[in-house]
Nanobody, 126 residues
Framework: VQLQASGGGLVQAGDSLRLSCTAS????????VGWFRQTPGKEREFVGG?????????LYADSVKGRFSISRDNIKNSAYLQMDNLKPEDTAVYYC???????????????????WGQGTLVTVSS
């Protein structure tokens, strides 16, 4: 499964941005999907994750709860990260990823994900 992430850019604090993650394989729709972010010198951080549609609850990191939301579109073979009320500390390269376990639960650990998109840079200015 190949993933293509897009939608990053430069925004101001308080703005919104939506990231997209499109998969090459329809298997994607039954795989848990995660969004991660990384800044220089730091480890990749779990932002949130979604199981397949109807497969349970979506998880979010405490730092983004109430501001970020994840959705999926099986017709478009895609997942989205809607980011509202962005803060400068949200600045990072954002990655989408998919686990290999079909119908699995979302894991906050990057090691659980086999398929990764190339990353898209989000910069939030104050």
């Amino acid at each position: 499964v190949q993933l293509q992430a897009s939608g990053g850019g430069l925004v101001q604090a308080g703005d919104s941005l939506r990231l997209s993650c499109t998969a090459s394989d329809t298997t994607f729709k039954i795989l848990p999907v995660g969004w991660f972010r990384q800044t220089p010198g730091k480890e990749r951080e779990f932002v949130g994750g979604s199981p397949y549609i109807g497969g349970g609850r979506t998880l979010y990191a405490d730092s983004v709860k109430g501001r970020f939301s994840i959705s999926r579109d099986n017709i478009k073979n895609s997942a989205y990260l809607q980011m509202d009320n962005l803060k400068p500390e949200d600045t990072a390269v954002y990655y989408c990823a998919a686990q290999v376990q079909r119908y699995g639960k979302v894991s906050p650990s990057a090691q659980a994900y086999r398929y990764w998109g190339q990353g898209t840079l989000v910069t939030v200015s104050s």
